[in-house]
């Protein structure tokens, strides 16, 4: 059956990968995004392309019809660990991003949606619970007390309510999942906002033989880190039961910053070496504390396999190769 569907946020990384998904199994596809979509072409990826500010509740009212069968909100003020745990940004996070959503909500119940899907974060889970990088405990009920280390895993865990709370008091059909470290092609891989994966292999990719490529920290925290068609077919999933959230969608293979690092020079086929830096040095290099996060970090997808009956399966390596080849081409060229 051909939807109406609507991907605020589609501009950017998942987003875009999702509403070209969405186009090519039929449906029509409309976007709404502050920036335009910086490696897709709009044409391959949806049927209309609205540029605007979802803070603004006059962009959501114009951007969301009466029509819309699957609504997927992706949209916020986000990056990479320099973006987020710099601290420099932590306005910005918090207001622009609950803006979005509560405008959101409102005008989904308003506009009579008729399935919301929320993009929540794996930064909601306390950082008492993500102190050993081997043992991190990311499951689902573990969120509360609540003790996210950044503001924006604060917001997330907000919005999260907000969603929640529309659900209860106007009965909108939510689902709401929590990424962990979503990575792949056409996405942000330089300039700030990039994720570690991304990072890394640009890194690498501007490196000769015999250079050192910078890794933040001592390289022992722990993350785990889900390709984004793996990441797609969860959502689809996801959004086809009743379940409503929230569950985890990412991977368990666990690795370290430096064993991520390891993976990308290897890819290169570069002798490489990796230079940790943290501490003074970092803060004299940078003019702030370095921004590591969580000592340990991974998905645990027990609820996810109990409720949608499913697991990914694609190795980290195979994502970072099909990574690896698209941001190598980016930096040097076919």
Request: hydrophobic share 35%; charged share 25%; aromatic share 10%.
């Amino acid at each position: 059956m051909r939807k109406n569907v609507i991907v605020l946020g589609g501009g950017g990384f998942i987003g875009g990968h999702l509403a070209k998904k969405m186009k090519n199994l039929g449906h029509h596809v409309r976007i709404a995004d502050i920036k335009n979509h910086e490696y897709f072409k709009h044409e391959d990826i949806c049927h209309e392309f609205i540029l605007c500010d979802l803070t603004d509740p006059k962009s959501v009212e114009l951007v969301i019809n009466e029509n819309c069968d699957e609504l997927y909100q992706l949209a916020a003020d986000m990056g990479g660990a320099g973006y987020i745990f710099s601290g420099n940004n932590d306005a910005n996070v918090m207001h622009n991003s609950s803006l979005i959503n509560l405008n959101v909500a409102k005008e989904c119940v308003v506009k009579k949606v008729k399935k919301v899907f929320y993009s929540s974060s794996a930064c909601i889970y306390p950082e008492h619970n993500q102190l050993d990088p081997s043992n991190p405990n990311c499951e689902e009920g573990s969120a509360y007390p609540a003790n996210p280390d950044s503001e924006y895993g604060w917001e997330k865990l907000f919005s999260e309510r907000i969603y929640f709370a529309f659900n209860r008091n106007y009965g909108l059909d939510v689902r709401v999942a929590r990424f962990h470290n979503i990575f792949g092609p056409q996405g942000t891989w330089k300039g700030g906002k990039e994720k570690a994966p991304a990072a890394m292999i640009r890194k690498v990719a501007e490196s000769k033989d015999g250079d050192c490529i910078e890794v933040w920290g001592d390289g022992s925290q722990t993350r785990s880190f889900l390709y984004v068609s793996e990441c797609l077919e969860a959502i689809e999933r996801f959004m086809e039961k009743d379940f409503k959230g929230p569950i985890n969608i990412g991977s368990e293979e666990m690795v370290t910053i430096n064993e991520l690092a390891e993976m990308a020079i290897k890819l290169s086929g570069k002798s490489i070496k990796i230079k940790n830096i943290c501490g003074d040095e970092f803060i004299h290099k940078y003019g702030f504390p370095c921004p590591l996060g969580v000592k340990g970090r991974n998905s645990d997808n027990r609820l996810f396999m109990k409720e949608i009956g499913w697991v990914v399966s694609m190795p980290l390596i195979n994502g970072m190769e099909k990574t690896f080849n698209w941001i190598n081409n980016q930096v040097n060229g076919a």
